[in-house]
């Protein structure tokens, strides 16, 4: 089964500075995400590139990371996953959950592509309150 990498993760693996430590918890993220990718399961979509890509500091660290994720495919999106997108951002912000367009996508892939989302990012299990998206857990 693919599994759609959040950011967060990806954040995680490759933008820590070398010299400080993983703790327990950041090495078992860290080793999980290894074994998706050595499985070929790991996937992304644009958005997620997109913000990887954002704030980059020089244009070889750029075009170093640009080159090191065209090893993922993208899920191609379509539009019934943009409109489930604005569909699910309606649902939570009815409900008091707010969250960003990127996130609310996100969760529109993992639903009608049924893809595990994989994230740090606690504001997916706010979003599974109101909305069937699954998450992949360690």
Same mark, same amino acid.
């Given at each position: 089964?693919?599994?759609?990498?959040?950011?967060?993760v990806w954040l995680?693996?490759?933008?820590?500075?070398?010299? +400080?430590?993983?703790?327990?918890?950041?090495? !078992?993220?860290?080793?999980?995400?290894?074994?998706?990718?050595?499985?070929?399961?790991?996937?992304?979509?644009?958005?997620?590139?997109?913000?990887?890509?954002?704030?980059?500091?020089?244009?070889?660290?750029?075009? !170093?990371?640009?080159?090191? +994720?065209?090893?993922?495919?993208?899920?191609?999106?379509?539009?019934?996953?943009?409109?489930?997108?604005?569909?699910?951002?309606?649902?939570?912000?009815?409900?008091?959950?707010?969250?960003?367009?990127?996130?609310?996508?996100?969760?529109?892939?993992?639903?009608?592509?049924?893809?595990?989302?994989?994230?740090?990012?606690?504001?997916?299990?706010?979003?599974?309150?109101? +909305?069937?998206?699954?998450?992949?857990?360690?």
């Open positions: 089964m693919k599994v759609l990498v959040d950011t967060s995680l693996a490759l933008r820590r500075p070398k010299n +400080l430590p993983f703790g327990a918890e950041q090495q !078992a993220i860290i080793t999980a995400l290894a074994d998706l990718m050595r499985d070929g399961r790991a996937v992304m979509m644009g958005a997620i590139r997109q913000e990887l890509l954002c704030g980059i500091k020089t244009q070889a660290q750029f075009e !170093a990371l640009k080159s090191t +994720l065209t090893a993922f495919d993208d899920v191609p999106l379509t539009l019934q996953d943009y409109e489930k997108a604005a569909e699910a951002f309606n649902t939570c912000r009815a409900n008091g959950v707010q969250g960003s367009n990127t996130d609310f996508l996100i969760c529109a892939v993992s639903i009608n592509h049924q893809l595990p989302v994989f994230s740090i990012d606690n504001d997916f299990q706010l979003y599974r309150q109101w +909305l069937p998206v699954q998450l992949y857990s360690l």
